[in-house]
């Protein structure tokens, strides 16, 4: 049975979320398709992770069997949040931007879980290739020839990290300007507002029941 790592960052609950919607929506779908599968969920706004210290960076240059106790622990939310994701056969993650980049909570697990030697840097990166969809919910909009589009740090930071640096199969779902319906600078593009998350919730619900036709034997 498949596993799907899900990951949510918005600060906001779903009532008030633009991605949190859409990252449920492929879940939903995923689950639909596989009822009996794993789905390991992290929730970065309720249940923040503390950042990378010192510490917990160090150890992850020293073999496992090596370690000492102290490096044992500090290494032990890297090795679980490593291992999470290593498990995983699909990862999803719910990626709103917040001052052009991404959330800070969502930076810090990328800090414990980017592990050189083990999951970045090295000739088999331990997650290497799993399909992983990115909904990247943005107030504005930043698409190509767009006045903003050099402000966008999330698309382009996240195909660096999650692909580059961890060599994962990054796709991006895009629900953007959404702010239109509550800042009246932006009531001109609430038709193509509504138009983008309707079909980022389309796009959610297709790529989810593409990537489950993968697992089912
Ligand atoms: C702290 C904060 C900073 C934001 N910064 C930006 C920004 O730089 N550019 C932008 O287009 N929208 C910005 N927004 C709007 C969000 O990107 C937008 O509301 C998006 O839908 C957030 O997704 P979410 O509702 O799932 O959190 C910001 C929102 C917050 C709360």
New binding site residues.
């Given amino acids: 049975m498949p596993t799907l790592l899900h990951i949510d960052s918005?600060?906001?609950p779903t009532e008030?979320?633009?991605?949190?919607p859409v990252t449920n929506a492929f879940r939903k779908e995923w689950e639909t398709q596989h009822p009996d599968g794993t789905v390991i969920y992290r929730d970065l706004a309720t249940d923040p992770l503390p950042h990378l210290d010192a510490a917990a960076f160090a150890a992850g240059f020293v073999s496992p069997d090596e370690r000492s106790p102290e490096q044992r622990a500090a290494f032990a939310l890297r090795d679980t949040l490593a291992a999470e994701l290593e498990q995983a056969d699909v990862v999803l993650i719910?990626a709103?931007?917040?001052?052009?980049t991404i959330p800070s909570t969502l930076k810090a697990w990328l800090d414990h879980v980017i592990i050189i030697g083990r999951t970045s840097l090295t000739e088999a990166p331990s997650a290497a290739g799993t399909p992983t969809v990115v909904v990247a919910?943005?107030?504005?909009g930043y698409g190509p020839g767009t006045p903003r589009e050099s402000f966008e740090f999330v698309t382009n930071y996240l195909g660096k990290t999650l692909d580059g640096a961890l060599g994962l199969d990054v796709d991006f779902i895009v629900p953007e300007l959404?702010?239109a319906r509550t800042n009246p600078a932006m009531a001109d593009l609430i038709e193509l507002a509504d138009a983008s998350k309707a079909k980022a919730h389309e796009d959610a619900v297709s790529k989810a029941k593409e990537l489950a036709a993968r697992f089912t034997a």
């Fill in positions: 918005s600060m906001h008030g979320s633009a991605s949190r719910g709103p931007m917040y001052n052009f919910s943005r107030g504005g959404t702010m």
